[in-house]
Nanobody, 122 residues
């Protein structure tokens, strides 16, 4: 059974940083894309970043301006999202997801974590 468990969310002031972690288990993720999405209240779930488990190829949302960095540790089966210079508009529930061959497109992801809340105060 595939499990994706996010951690690292919390309350931070604007300009601060957080590092989210996603511990993945239950299968081999070779060939999978591992993504981060976020969903603010009343809004759709949006793509943030993704990394291909095997090749390490990285994708970011077009709106991303270098504040976020995705990485992985294959030995720990963990994907990270480093978020710097956080803004109040980054407030959302952040979800980790996995899908075979997945990149930016949400419909390619079929495994999801429970989400972790990130709140950025002004």
């Amino acid at each position: 059974q595939v499990q994706l468990v996010e951690s690292g969310g919390g309350l931070v002031q604007a300009g601060g940083s957080l590092r989210l972690s996603c511990a993945a288990s239950g299968r081999s993720f070779s060939g999978y894309g591992m993504g981060w999405f976020r969903q603010a209240p009343g809004k759709e779930r949006d793509f943030v970043a993704a990394i291909r488990w095997t090749t390490g190829i990285i994708y970011y949302a077009d709106s991303e301006n270098g504040r976020f960095t995705i990485s992985r540790d294959n030995a720990k089966n963990t994907v990270y999202l480093q978020m710097n210079s956080l803004k109040p508009e980054d407030t959302a529930v952040y979800y980790c997801a996995a899908g075979f061959g997945a990149t930016k497109y949400i419909n390619k992801y079929n495994y999801w974590g429970q989400g972790t809340q990130v709140t950025v105060s002004s």
